[in-house]
């Protein structure tokens, strides 16, 4: 009998490896993730909060998790070339990196990232865009799995179908913590042009 449900159970767990292979394989390797927020602050004062990784614990939805995680510093302290590497025991936090790989004064960032030794491609960008009450700030995270091996890409896949229900609120959370800090920055009023009308002797 013991050996009879052994042999039932191995099928059982072989039948759902290979349920879980063929969904995986109709799947997107690639994964979005997106959210927006309006800032009542002028993109430049947006932009000198994400445009140094020396600024980011100050938003970011994941240093509180673990206020106790390792950061390290290399390359400029702005733009392009600029790293942070992060290290935590803490699972939400885990090990990573990200570095900008593209930087639009006032206008758009982009970053690679990295997690851990997880393989695949990943990368965020924060938007910023003229809005009514101010500048609309559009943050994403997109992940492609394509030059990833079969049995990880499969896994990943699945992985990638729950990853808006996972990261999405952290984004939401950030976007909402760099409000608070854009708009407690003191507001720099622009001079008023010069009077054309007036005439010099």
Do not use: C
Not at 27 to 49: D, G, T
Not at 109 to 122: N, S
Not at 128 to 154: F, I, N, R
């Amino acid at each position: 009998m013991k050996t009879k449900a052994l042999k039932i159970v191995g099928i059982v767990i072989v039948g759902l490896v290979a349920l879980i292979a063929i969904v995986a394989a109709f799947l997107s390797p690639k994964s979005h993730v997106e959210r927006s927020i309006v800032i009542n602050a002028q993109p430049a004062a947006i932009f000198q909060e994400i445009n140094s990784f020396k600024n980011f614990k100050k938003w970011s939805p994941w240093a509180e998790i673990d206020p106790n995680a390792k950061y390290s510093f290399e390359g400029p302290e702005t733009g392009v070339g600029a790293k942070m590497s992060w290290t935590s025991e803490n699972d939400n936090v885990g090990n990573g990196a990200q570095w900008i790989i593209e930087s639009v004064q006032d206008k758009h960032l982009k970053t690679g990232l990295q997690f851990g030794d997880m393989a695949g491609t990943y990368t965020s960008d924060i938007n910023l865009e003229p809005a009514e009450g101010g500048t609309k700030v559009t943050w994403t995270y997109d992940g492609d799995v394509s030059e990833v091996g079969m049995t990880s890409a499969a896994m990943y896949k699945v992985v990638g179908m729950f990853m808006d229900g996972m990261i999405g609120p952290d984004y939401e959370k950030g976007l909402n913590k760099l409000k608070s800090v854009a708009e407690s920055q003191p507001k720099t009023e622009s001079p008023a042009p010069a009077d054309s009308t007036k005439t010099t002797k």
